[in-house]
């Protein structure tokens, strides 16, 4: 005896094995779509989260103006100098990285650079670049003292500058820079100098180039 015309589970069954597993195939696929549609929200905020977070990539053309070699600087490790000559307010380069949301940033914040409040709106969630990947050449520059014992000493030719606009956080030439010249900037007042600056070869070498006798200061 059939099953009565109104009987889904019959008409299931009637349907040949490759309809059943169409059919099936279809039920997934909806299934999916409101899984998505329910979380959509928590799945577009997690494509934006490591390791997944947007990149802020490399101008190339930026790049070709310097190379990293080892500083001038006794124990600074490598340092970074002009291939070309870079005229006084141009961009050197500038950080590249991950665009990080407040809650993604990661304890050291070594290379981690606060975007400008002026683009939040625009980067939200992010609001911070970590710089630790795809960060260009320009993190190699060493700080240089812009004074010793009172008297400026010129060797700061690079500053940090903060641009509403991308790449967002550059270094500009401060002065003329000639190739094979090192580049040397400022870390911020918060820095904290001490454990390298006091070192005596630090001392000297910089002490000797801006010609002061710091024994006496």
């Known amino acids: 005896m059939g099953q009565p015309a109104g009987n889904a589970k019959g008409r ?12 099936g195939g279809l039920l997934a696929l909806l299934l999916i779509g409101c899984a998505y ?38 124990g600074a490790g490598d340092g970074l100098f002009a291939a070309t000559a ?20 990661p304890l050291d914040r070594s290379f981690i650079a606060v975007l400008p409040e002026c683009v939040w709106r625009e980067t939200a969630p992010a609001m911070y670049l970590d710089a ?8 190699k520059i060493n700080f240089a003292p812009a004074a010793i014992n009172g008297q400026a000493t010129g060797f700061q030719n ?20 000639a190739p ?21 070869p630090v001392q000297a070498f910089f002490c000797a180039r801006a010609g002061i006798d710091c024994r006496n200061g």
């Open 12 to 23: 299931w069954w009637r349907l040949s094995a490759g309809e059943r597993r169409f059919v």
């Open 37 to 74: 549609v329910v979380g959509g929200k928590r799945q577009q905020a997690a494509l934006l989260r490591p390791p997944f977070a947007r990149v802020l990539e490399i101008d190339e053309s930026l790049e070709r103006q310097t190379t990293v070699a080892p500083s001038l600087i006794p």
């Open 86 to 105: 870079i005229r006084r307010g141009t961009a050197i380069g500038h950080l590249g990285g991950r665009l990080l949301a407040h809650e993604d940033v």
């Open 132 to 139: 630790s990947r795809w960060s260009g050449k320009v993190h």
């Open 158 to 177: 690079a500053e940090l500058e903060h641009r509403c606009e991308p790449p967002y956080v550059l270094f500009i030439a401060t002065q003329d820079i």
């Open 180 to 200: 094979g010249q090192e580049i040397y900037t400022s870390y911020g007042p918060t820095y904290r100098y001490d454990r390298f600056m006091y070192l005596p």
